[in-house]
């Protein structure tokens, strides 16, 4: 694996499987509250839940809902450092973070607490509501890197001429010519800090 060192403002972050745990939260709102029992991450193999799961298409759609209106009301959480990591990025400039959820406010104030007691100046969160205009957006952004767990949206990165990052996840295996990270350490570890 090549060694780079990516400059600490030129990296931008996905939210949901990047910087929180939204699997882990979709799993237990789906058996807390819709009663689906014997799934676990493993069994989510694509990035499309519908595809993957014997869940009622209804039922993804409402857990989906619940996550992107109300991250607190969820218990959302980070994912493991990446506080830790984050904080120490922002001493260097504003974290940065491109999502496709279609609405900012909820994710941005949940980040916002997360993150304290970075700056809120320091946080600047970007809702495309698409997936295929993050490559655009992040262009504008003068961003270099991103680290995504949807493979498809690495592609159209990759394809703009910026270097995608893939949060390792069970939903995006497969032989792919991107860096592949499986922690926020390694995340850490890419980064000249």
Excluded at 74 to 92: F, N, W
Excluded at 94 to 110: C, H, M, N, S
Aim: charged share 30%.
């Amino acid at each position: 694996m090549t060694v780079i060192k990516i400059k600490p403002t030129k990296i931008a972050f996905d939210i949901d499987g990047v910087v929180s745990d939204t699997m882990s939260a979709f799993l237990r709102i789906a058996r807390n509250e819709f009663g689906v029992e014997g799934i676990r991450r493993e069994h989510i193999t694509s990035y499309w839940l519908e595809d993957c799961l014997p869940m009622d298409e209804d039922i993804i759609k409402a857990v989906i809902e619940r996550i992107l209106k109300d991250p607190f009301g969820i218990g959302l959480t980070p994912m493991d450092k990446a506080v830790d990591v984050l904080q120490r990025l922002s001493e260097h400039g504003p974290l940065k973070f491109v999502t496709a959820r279609p609405v900012r406010a909820p994710i941005e104030e949940w980040l916002r607490k997360e993150l304290n007691p970075v700056p809120l100046d320091r946080i600047q969160v970007i809702a495309t509501g698409r997936h295929e205009i993050k490559a655009g957006v992040l262009k504008e952004m003068g961003i270099d890197c991103f680290v995504e767990d949807h493979l498809e949206t690495c592609r159209s990165i990759c394809k703009a001429g910026l270097k995608a990052i893939v949060y390792d996840h069970p939903w995006n295996q497969g032989d792919t010519p991107y860096l592949r990270v499986r922690n926020w350490q390694e995340i850490e570890d890419l980064i000249d800090l």
